[in-house]
Structures are given as C-alpha cells and as structure tokens.
C-alpha cells in the first residue's frame, strides 16, 4: 500500500506551495455569479454582447457559442471550472442529465422544448439495447452511479 | 451472496450537518445588510399514461413531481449565495418507480465567489467538475488562482452516489485536487487526482490520475485533451482528444479522437449494466468523430456529425454513425423548427438503425405550441417489430409574467408497447426579485 503514496504526498507539496508561495490572488475580475441581463430565448450566443476573453473561463466567448458541437464537448470545458456555466445556468440545468434518483427523461421534463438536444427521445428502452452495446461509455457518464431500478430488471 | 440491494446515498449522514451549517452561515451576516436577491423556481409535472403491453395487459399510471429550486444570492450585501434544488414524485395511481413515493436533494450548497480571480469556495451538496471529478459530493470545494496563472482547486467529503449493484454501496469518502496553469485566451493545462475510499470491483478503492489541456494554437484553432488513469486497476480510464475552429460566429468544427477501456472506465460502477455479464470487462472503444456546425443563412443551421466505432472484442462489433439536421430559427428566436436524421452501420446488422425527425414551435403572443415527431427503423426485428413511432404534441400558456401552464400528449408505437398514450400537465412557477440570467 505504501508505493501509492507518492501522488498525494506530491499534490500535498503543490498545494502548498501555491498557496503560500502565490498567496495573493489572480487580480483579474471574477465572472460574476449571475449574468447581468436577462438571457435570450433559445441557444445562446455570446458573440452577441461579448468579443473578448471570458475573465471566468479564460477562454475566447466564442467557444461558448452554444452550437451543436460546443454542446457535444461541453463536458471538456466544465472539467477546467464551472463558474462561467454557473453564472448563467442554475444547479438544476447540469442535474436534468447528470443526477443521482432522476425518472423523468430530460425530454419528457422538456416536452414543450423540442429544439433542446435532449438524450433519449422516443421508446428509449428499445434503442437503449444498441446504443448501449456499441458505445456503452456515453451511458455511463449520467447512469454509471444512476439508482434507476429499470435498469435492474434486466441487468442483474 | 450480495448484499441487498441499496438506494440510499453515501453521503445522507453528513448532509444534515452541511444543511445546517449553510442556513447558519448567512445569519451572521444578516446584521450587515439586508439585501439579498432571491429566486425561487417551482416545476410541477402531473403525468398520466397509460400502457398496453404485448400481452394485452393495460396499466395506468400518474405519477406527480414536483422540482424546487431556490436561490439567494448577494447574501448580506456580500458576494455569499445559497444554491438549493430538488424533486419528489408520489403517485396517484399504480406505483411508477421503486415505491409510492421518491425525491432527492440534488443541491444544498453556500457559495462564496471572490470578485477577483475567480477565487471560489462551495459547502453543502453540489455537483462538481474539476479535472478527473464529475460527481455529486456533501463536501467542501475550493479554488484559486494567483497572478502568475497557476491556481489549485480542492475538494473532499462524502460521495452521494446511489447503488443497485449487489455487493457494492459505494463509497465512504472522496477527496482530490486539480493543479492547474492558465493563461488567458492561450491555454490552460491541468493535472488532477481522486480518490474514493470503498469497495468497489475487485474490492478496490477508485483512485484516478487526470491530465487535461486547451490550447489555442493559433486564429480560431483550439486543441483540447483530457486524459484519466485508474490507478486501482491500473488501466487507462479514458482520453479524449480534439481540435476545433471556430472562426467567428458561422461555422464551428470539431474532430477528434476517444478511447476508454471498460476496465478502467466502469471500475467503480454501481450499475449491474456496466460489469459482467452485462459487458466483457476487457473489452476497449476507440472513435473517430466529426462535427460541424454551419449557419449558412442567417437563421438557418446544417448540422453534421459522423463517427466510427471500434471494439478491440468482436462481439459487440464495430460501427459508423452518421447525423444530418437542418435547423430553422424565427420568431426573434422563441421558435425552431428542425428536420434531422441518423444512420447507424454495423458489423452486426442487429445494431443497424435509421432515425428521422421532424420538430416546430409555434409562439404567438402568450400561447405555445410544438409538434416533435420521431420514427427508428430496425435493421433486424426486436421483439417482433422492425420500428418505432412517436410524436409529441404540447401547448402552453403565459398566464402570469411569472407563471406558465402548459401540457404534453405523447403517443407511442414501439417493440415495447403496442399503444402507449401519455398526457403531461406542466405547471412553472419562476419569482425573482432581480433581473438577469439563471436558466
């Protein structure tokens, strides 16, 4: 067991020596908790207002341009921080796919939503059989902890 | 011999405390202001469906949720929030879940943003993403970042996971640490650890090592990485590599390369379908994907993706899909109407399937409606039936500036279900005392 202590201890020395070797804090504003304005209806394009680089994310507004690719890979861009999300997006908004106890589909929640890109629309028990044999790793991410007793009535 | 199967979270015993400590923390600075901006959004859904199985057998269902958030930021006049959300579901008819009764504390956090540096600190139960961590914690969170770039975030506390794998409850306890380097507007690269204490396959704890980068190579090409190593088993978990371009607000392209191993991947599941026999443990995908998004004429989308899929095993077989939609936006942006479809191709005609479908929205003044219609055909017959239909029908209406009711008629044809009709009464309530955006 102790041949894996090395990675804590390592992070432990970083940690430390960030926060007491840099302890002033990045003098760049924070994004705030809250956008400003009232949000548009449907995706959302920052380009609209903003041209420069989030002071949250530190990423060009471009990136954020909610275009079918940007939500494919969002997941990329929360991984490097969630405060730029946040500022617009409630908790709630990330939990409608990424939750513990869900039942309701997101399209059943978000019926009246159909441009939403919402997963499993349709009978999705059926297609699930598929999807779920040639890519089970995009599954895996919302219901690799999901208690969903469906799933157990088959899958034992 | 498992152990029965549990629904309970891992965390419940610590989030009482968290509860508590939260609501007492904005009391000590309630003598400094009074000002706070609070939000409450309510959500009810009464469902009603009834469903006709293959062997003429009629259920009826009405299940009713409710989902509640409430939001106060600006606590005190200080930069402090109290974030809250969660559902329950009773049923007014034969029992639609496990019991008659369901709900869950999906977030119950205090939150305090610095104004500089996005400096930040979270306590409660939230969902968290940070490097190698995409999970529902009763913890702390905090992160920082100094002038020089460099920052660190940190987390730990009680996993709230739900298991239905026999043998498995999981974990006891989660904490880790992201290291990270930005630069603004050119790159950040990152370097992350977890680890959750418990039993997980092969009794082992989750311990993973995470990398991840974005990097702006120059214009509006952008590359991204993100790569997790299970240390508990050791095997590779995932990686995902991409480049993007994203020249100005027209087209946005992306490609890229995937790969996890079961293994590594599904090591700390608590969903039978993710272990044996549900899946061979050893097997590994590889993909190759392709998106763009091209708005060609102001208001109007092309949408394509396409991906190939490899199975180091040949049992699941491998796979190309392919994805073609247009889009249409009008109405000053309240209404989208959409026609797309999909291909898949298999090695095994059993994972062969076609899916089109067609959408709009309606949105006069206070009134809503929309139309969503959806067919699946079927390579080879699945319970003895080749396709799928369903079409969804809503309408709503703005009653108050605060309140929206609006419902659902769902009808289905499937393998499952012979006849499946659906009814949806959605009743949204959203109150604020500021403007802004929070969806």
């Not at chain 1, 494919?72 to 908004?93: D, I, V």
């Not at chain 1, 007793?149 to 034992?156: E, G, S, W």
């Not at chain 2, 240390?231 to 890229?256: F, H, K, W």
Request: aromatic letters at 10%; one cysteine or more.
């Amino acid at each position: 067991m102790t041949r894996r202590m090395p990675f804590p201890a390592v992070f432990g020395a970083v940690l430390i020596a960030l926060l007491f070797g840099c302890s002033a804090v990045s003098q760049s504003p924070s994004v705030p908790p809250k956008h400003p304005e009232d949000l548009p209806a449907g995706r959302v394009n920052c380009l609209e207002c903003h041209e420069n680089v989030s002071t949250g994310a530190m990423k060009p507004y471009a990136n954020f341009r909610h275009t079918g690719v940007f939500i494919k890979s969002h997941g990329t861009y929360a991984r490097q921080g969630q405060n730029l999300c946040s500022s617009c997006h409630k908790p709630e908004f990330c939990q409608t796919c990424h939750a513990g106890k869900e039942e309701l589909k997101p399209n059943t929640k978000m019926g009246d939503r159909p441009d939403r890109m919402a997963p499993h629309r349709g009978d999705y028990l059926v297609t699930h059989q598929i999807d779920g044999r040639l890519d089970p790793g995009s599954c895996y991410r919302c219901h690799g902890n999901k208690s969903d007793m469906r799933c157990k009535q088959c899958h034992r | 011999m498992g152990r029965s199967t549990t629904v309970v979270p891992s965390g419940k015993r610590l989030l009482p405390a968290i509860v508590a400590v939260s609501l007492l923390l904005p009391l000590l600075f309630a003598g400094a202001a009074p000002a706070a901006d609070l939000s409450l959004s309510s959500k009810t859904y009464g469902l009603l469906y009834q469903r006709e199985l293959a062997g003429g057998q009629k259920d009826r269902y009405a299940p009713l949720y409710e989902y509640l958030s409430a939001d106060a930021t600006n606590l005190g006049g200080m930069p402090l929030s109290l974030h809250s959300y969660g559902w329950g579901r009773v049923d007014l008819d034969k029992d639609s879940g496990s019991g008659s009764t369901s709900g869950e504390v999906g977030s119950f956090y205090m939150e305090y943003l610095h104004p500089q540096g996005n400096a930040q600190a979270k306590l409660g139960r939230f969902f968290l993403t940070e490097g190698a961590a995409m999970e529902m914690l009763d913890g702390a969170f905090a992160k920082v970042t100094t002038p020089l770039g460099l920052g660190v975030a940190v987390y730990g506390g009680a996993p709230v996971e739900y298991s239905i794998l026999n043998g498995t409850s999981g974990g006891s306890a989660l904490y880790g640490t992201r290291v990270f380097f930005v630069k603004a507007g050119f790159a950040e690269i990152g370097a992350s650890y977890l680890k959750e204490n418990g039993t997980f396959q092969e009794g082992k704890d989750r311990e993973l090592v995470g990398g991840d980068l974005w990097l702006r190579v120059g214009g509006p090409v952008e590359l991204t990485g993100q790569a997790t190593y299970n240390r508990s088993v050791s095997e590779m978990a995932s990686q995902r590599y991409a480049v993007r371009i994203v020249p100005g607000s027209t087209y946005d392209i992306s490609a890229g390369y995937e790969s996890y191993t079961y293994k590594g991947l599904f090591q700390s599941t608590l969903n039978p379908a993710f272990v044996s026999p549900s899946v061979d443990n050893n097997d590994k995908v590889q993909t190759i994907f392709g998106i763009l998004d091209w708005a060609f004429v102001p208001g109007w989308t092309l949408e394509v993706a396409g991906k190939n899929i490899r199975h180091d095993k040949s049992d699941p077989g491998d796979a190309n899909r392919g994805e073609v939609g247009v889009r249409y936006t009008y109405n000053d942006k309240k209404d989208v109407a959409g026609l797309s479809a999909a291909f898949v191709s298999a090695d095994k005609s059993v994972n062969e399937y076609q899916e089109y479908r067609g959408f709009a929205s309606y949105s006069p003044s206070k009134l809503r409606v929309t139309l969503d219609a959806l067919t699946q055909r079927y390579k080879e017959e699945i319970n003895g039936k080749n396709n799928q239909y369903q079409v969804v029908a809503t309408a709503g209406y703005q009653v108050l500036a605060a309140l929206n009711l609006s419902g659902n008629l769902t009808y289905t044809q499937s393998p499952n279900y012979d006849k499946d009709y659906a009814g949806l009464i959605r009743a949204t309530l959203e109150l604020g005392t500021t403007t802004g955006g929070k969806k």
